[in-house]
């Protein structure tokens, strides 16, 4: 056994003084957040006086699972099956105080000024990461379930820590009337089905912009390892390439060896230019041989790492901008050997769901739909993460839950779409 494991064990059958139970199993688990490789260590315990139990069933009744940081020793998971007292885990945590001190203890974090309550429903509790009650992006999310009668059921901590202590000191004033293009650059359209006739629909795409209203930030996590190519794939003649389909297992087997050195994820390994250049004569002769009169017609737009794969995603050369959804291609390779995992065209599934043919609508300006929309933007004071500046930067996160309805001329809520 790796001295790691062993030490890990030791610290969770120590902390929640698990006499009573046997390591059923244990395995290292990593995870990309935002350009950070985490590391995590997971085990199942079975009470020792457990009844009958086999390999098809669920665990057993008294069963705990807990998960720790492998760099922190701090747990990040705690999962019961069914009625269990877990040591150093009050009994009853629904009152503020003793939950709020609870999390402190486990968290090394100090509330409202580290952490602070984002929702509370029923016997849900999720705080969120934050410097001084402003929340940080990306951050951590912290969910607590309480039973009937108040003790825990699960307690998970994911996402990102504190990445630096340097924080502007200015208060937050950004309003929707400092960032106008920047509302028009977000509006978004859509289409959802209705009861008679498929609704189309206006809505504003949330991203974070800088409280100066000079910057902005995706709110998604970007793919690190993407390289953008945008290369026409043409051809003289249609290629005889063939292959068959091999689908293989994505789990990724993480070691101890792996958890004790920190090593990055493999999917933030940089793509060489001879994989880029094999990668695109291999999707090259896969194009050329589906779609072998189209020509010219097919756009290599990146290529980028998805253990133990490297995808391919290719789109129409000439997307029309008026079209609701984009026709892709998405080729799977297998990193070790090149080989065609699989091939994704996502026409069928357009042709399923939604019609593609359905065009935006001409008769409304953007300047009418955003000044329908703007009276319905929120913009949320964040601290958000500049890699650049190493540094956090204070931004509003613009967003909306209404829709503008271009055929009505209606604002509504999202949800009643």
């Known amino acids: 056994m790796h001295p790691l494991t062993k030490d890990l064990i030791s610290h969770i059958q120590d902390k929640y003084q698990l006499n009573d139970y046997f390591l059923h199993e244990s395995f290292y688990h990593r995870e990309k957040i935002h350009g950070e490789t985490q590391y995590s260590f997971e085990t199942c315990w079975f009470p020792i006086l457990h009844g009958p139990w086999s390999e098809d069933e669920s665990y057993p009744d008294g069963t705990i699972e807990i998960q720790v940081d492998t760099a922190t020793r701090r747990t990040t998971s705690i999962n019961k099956h069914g009625d269990v007292t877990i040591h150093s885990v009050p009994d009853d945590l629904r009152d503020s105080d003793i939950r709020i001190d609870w999390l402190e203890q486990e968290l090394g974090m100090t509330f409202d000024q580290q952490f602070m309550l984002l929702t509370h429903q029923d016997s849900l509790y999720q705080y969120v990461s934050c410097h001084n009650g402003i929340r940080l992006f990306p951050g951590l999310i912290i969910s607590l379930e309480l039973t009937d009668d108040g003790a825990l059921d699960f307690f998970s901590v994911y996402g990102t820590p504190e990445l630096s202590k340097d924080y502007p000191t200015e208060s937050f004033s950004l309003s929707p009337v400092q960032i106008t293009p920047i509302i028009s650059q977000q509006l978004q359209f859509f289409s959802a089905p209705g009861e008679q006739q498929r609704i189309q629909a206006h809505t504003i795409e949330e991203i974070f912009v800088s409280q100066d209203g000079s910057h ?28 068959t389909r091999k689908l293989i297992k994505r789990r990724d087997a993480a070691t101890a060896l792996d958890a004790e050195a920190q090593t990055s994820h493999p999917d933030y390994r940089p793509l060489t230019d001879e994989t880029l250049t094999t990668c695109q004569s291999i999707a090259k002769d896969v194009i050329a041989a589906e ?52 091939l994704v065209d996502n026409e069928s599934i357009i042709a399923l ?37 190493d540094q956090y930067v204070l931004c509003g996160l613009l967003d909306s839950n209404h829709a503008y309805l271009p055929a009505t001329n209606e604002v509504v809520l999202m949800r009643d779409l």
């Open 216 to 243: 902005t930030y995706p709110f998604s996590d970007p793919d690190t390892s993407s390289v953008a190519l945008n290369e026409i794939v043409t051809w003289d003649k249609p290629s005889m390439f063939s292959y």
């Open 291 to 342: 779609y072998p009169e189209e020509s010219g017609a097919w756009t290599i737009q990146e290529i980028y790492r998805d253990f133990p794969f490297i995808n391919v995603k290719v789109r129409r050369t000439h997307d029309d901008p008026t079209l609701t959804y984009k026709r892709r291609l998405t080729i799977l390779l297998i990193e070790e050997t090149y080989e065609v995992s699989l």
């Open 353 to 389: 769901y939604y019609d593609s043919a359905q065009p935006l609508p001409n008769s409304v300006p953007e300047e009418v739909i955003r000044h329908a929309l703007t009276p319905y933007v929120t913009l949320k004071p964040y601290y958000v993460f500049d890699q650049t500046l």
